[in-house]
């Protein structure tokens, strides 16, 4: 089989026959004229059900995760949010991973408990934590890793072979370290999640999502027929634009991951010796918790770091808006360097929860600039951080919109 950057270029982008363009039409239509009546021209229907330049997306990601089929969403919460309806039935429970995307946790909690899901928040870096979680009804385990923001590392095969032996599904938000650095699949994962917003775009220009699933039956049906089901009847597919540009980000992904994941490395060797820093979260590291772990599952350590600053919350609410490259933002994985105040903005729904993030935390997505100009950036970032005396309080720079709906 070929190899991934050869499949990032071709899997899925047919040639068009009719002229010989290199880049496949963008396929901007509703409907397919038919031969007769119900007679396909080329199999396809109406767009609902399919889409040449959606599947040609869906065929590209589903090689690179080396899945069974692969599936466009409008959004990374559309997508888990199809995966969820077409696995589960009233009545099941499922484990959250405790360091994870607010959103998914707000899917469940305030979406899916209406009809009849319970969910438990469990430290599953744990593996004995993760088994003593298990129920009799226990239908699925949810997991990141690396996680958000914390970058914490589970163990991917041991969490398949937990939710296997209990018949319960194992699903991995592959989002962060992207199939180019993990392929959850390969340690017997039974579906993987993206946000393709985030490095599957890779230019912050596009929001959807993804669900790719291995060959595998559950309860009755398999998990293809499942979500693909979910897809045409649910409806909350991704438009032709949408999966031409993520297509697009898609063919560079191997390219910008190698980027990113250098430069984060430098970064966070660099910020480890700051002074204006205590602690900094980056599975490269030595000396993280998950760094050998991460280095047996992924083959990098991503671009996404967060740091703590010694100068406490007022240092990290300083640095978080005092950067010209940095762009004080939510979302991730695009070509641009982003900086984000994870408690009040993406995990603002946390605060009063053992989930919140500490004060003094901020989250950076390394882009693919120069080093030496992101180096310079956070040089200036601290420097004003460091002047920032932590007596003032933080209403000085306080007025952050705290919004639950934040995402990213
Ligand atoms: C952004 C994100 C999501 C949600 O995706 P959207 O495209 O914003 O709907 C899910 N998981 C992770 C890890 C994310 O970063």
Known sequence: MSG???????????KDPATGAVIPPIYQTSTFIQDGINVLRAGHEYSRG???TRNGFEEQLNALERGAAGFAFASGIAAEDALLR??????????????????????????????GISASTVELTDLT????????DTALIWVETPSNPLLKIADLSALASLAREHGALLVVDNTFATPYLQRPLDFGAHAVIHSTTKYIGGHSDVLGGAVIVAD??????SLAEAVGYQQFAGG?????????????GLKTLGLRMERHCA?????????????????????????????????????????????????GEHAARTLAQSMEYFQLSVSLGGVESLVCYPREMTHASTIGTA???????????????EPADLIADLTAGLAAAGCATSSTTSSATGNLPRSAMASA
């Open 86 to 115: 077409a696995v589960l039935a009233p009545g099941d429970h499922i484990i959250l991973g405790s360091d994870g995307y607010g959103g998914t946790h707000r899917l469940v909690n305030n979406l899916h408990r209406k009809w």
């Open 236 to 248: 909350a597919v991704a438009g032709p634009q949408d999966c031409y540009l993520a297509a697009r």
């Open 263 to 311: 430069t984060a490395l430098e970064l966070a060797h660099w910020l480890q010796a700051r002074p204006e820093v205590s602690r900094v979260y980056y599975p490269g590291l030595g000396s993280h918790r998950g760094h050998r772990l991460a280095a047996t599952q992924q083959s990098g350590f991503g671009g996404i770091i967060s740091l703590q600053l010694a100068g």
């Open 50 to 52: 399919s889409n040449p």
């Open 129 to 136: 934590a993760a088994a003593a979680a298990l129920r009799p």
């Open 216 to 221: 595998y039956l559950h309860r009755g049906q």
């Open 4 to 14: 991934f950057n050869t499949l990032a270029v071709h899997a899925g982008q047919h």
């Open 355 to 369: 989930q919140q993030i500490p004060a003094d935390l901020v989250r950076l997505s390394v882009g693919i600039e």
